[in-house]
C-alpha cells in the first residue's frame, strides 16, 4: 500500500513501544519517516532497518532549540514535513502529591505537556509550507478522569486535551488537522516496566479482566487509529478525540453474559 507516498511524517518517541509501532507502518504504507528520539543507538538502528526514507534525529522534546533542529533536518532531508505525531512521554514514579517532589512535577510537564506545545509551535510553520497536513498528540485515559499518585502525568494529559483543541482551532483554515489518541493500558515497557525511581509498574494496578475487551491493548491498536487520523480518509476530522482502551472507562462488563 502506499496511502502515504509523498508524505513526511515525525515522529517523537519514536524508538519506544508504540513510537516504533507507529514509525514501521508510516513507512511500509510510503511514508518518509523521522525517528525523534534521545537514544541515538536505538534510533539509528531502526533507521538503518528501514532504509532510505528513514532518519533518526536527536530530539528533546522540552528543549525549543531541538525542535528547531529536527524540523530543518525533516525538511533538509525529505523537502517538506507533512504529519507530526507528538507521541513522546515519561510516567513519574507513583506517589502521594504530598510526597512528589517539584523536580519530579516539572520534569513530566516538561516532556508531556511543554514537548507538545513546542512540537506544535515548531511544526505549524514548515506544515503550512507544505500547504496542509496533520498533528496527532498521543495523550492517556489518564487524562480523562483522576488517577491516585500519577498526580503529574494526569496533570499532563488533561492539559495535551485542551491544548489539541485550541491548535485545531488555530490551525484549521492553514489546512492543518489536529486530533488526539488517548490510549488505555498498552503492553509496553512504559506500561509493564516500572518508572525511573520505581520498582512497580503502572501494569500492576490494572487488571484487564474487568475489560469489555478483556485483555492490554497492543501498539499496532493504537497505530491502526493513527494510520486513519494521518490519512486523506480523516480531512473533515480535526479537534477530536478518541479513546482507545478496551472499554476500561466504561466500567466493569458483564461476566459469562449476565450480571455477577
Do not use: C
Amino acid at each position: 500500500m502506499s496511502r502515504f507516498a509523498n508524505q513526511t511524517v515525525l515522529v517523537t518517541g519514536g524508538t519506544g513501544g508504540q513510537g516504533a509501532s507507529h514509525v514501521r507502518a508510516l513507512h511500509a504504507e510510503g511514508a518518509n519517516v523521522v525517528i525523534g528520539a534521545t537514544s541515538a543507538e536505538r534510533g539509528a538502528d531502526l533507521a538503518a532497518e528501514l532504509g532510505p526514507r528513514a532518519r533518526f534525529v536527536r530530539l528533546d522534546v522540552s528543549r525549543e532549540e531541538s525542535w528547531a533542529a529536527a524540523v530543518a533536518e525533516t525538511e533538509k532531508a525529505f523537502g517538506a514535513l507533512t504529519i507530526l505525531v507528538n507521541n513522546a512521554g515519561v510516567q513519574n514514579p507513583p506517589a502521594l502529591i504530598e510526597s512528589t517532589d517539584r523536580a519530579t512535577w516539572a520534569r513530566i510537564l516538561d516532556v508531556n505537556l511543554t514537548g507538545t506545545f513546542l512540537g506544535i509551535k515548531a511544526a505549524a510553520p514548515a506544515l503550512r509550507r507544505a500547504g496542509g497536513g496533520a498533528i496527532v498528540n498521543i495523550g492517556s485515559t489518564m487524562g480523562m478522569g483522576g488517577t491516585a499518585f500519577y498526580a503529574p502525568y494526569v496533570a499532563s494529559k488533561w492539559a495535551v486535551r485542551g491544548l489539541t483543541r485550541t491548535a485545531a482551532l488555530e490551525l484549521g483554515r492553514d489546512n492543518i488537522r489536529v486530533n488526539a489518541i488517548h490510549p488505555g493500558v498498552i503492553a509496553t515497557p512504559f506500561i509493564t516496566e516500572p518508572a525511573a525511581g520505581s520498582d512497580t509498574p503502572i501494569a500492576d494496578f490494572y487488571s484487564p479482566e474487568p475489560f469489555a475487551v478483556p485483555r492490554l491493548g497492543q501498539p499496532a491498536d493504537i497505530t491502526a487509529l493513527l494510520l486513519f487520523l494521518t490519512s486523506p480518509d480523516a480531512a473533515f476530522i480535526t479537534g477530536a478525540e478518541y479513546v482507545i482502551d478496551g472499554g476500561l472507562l466504561l466500567g466493569p462488563a458483564l461476566q459469562n453474559g449476565s450480571p455477577s
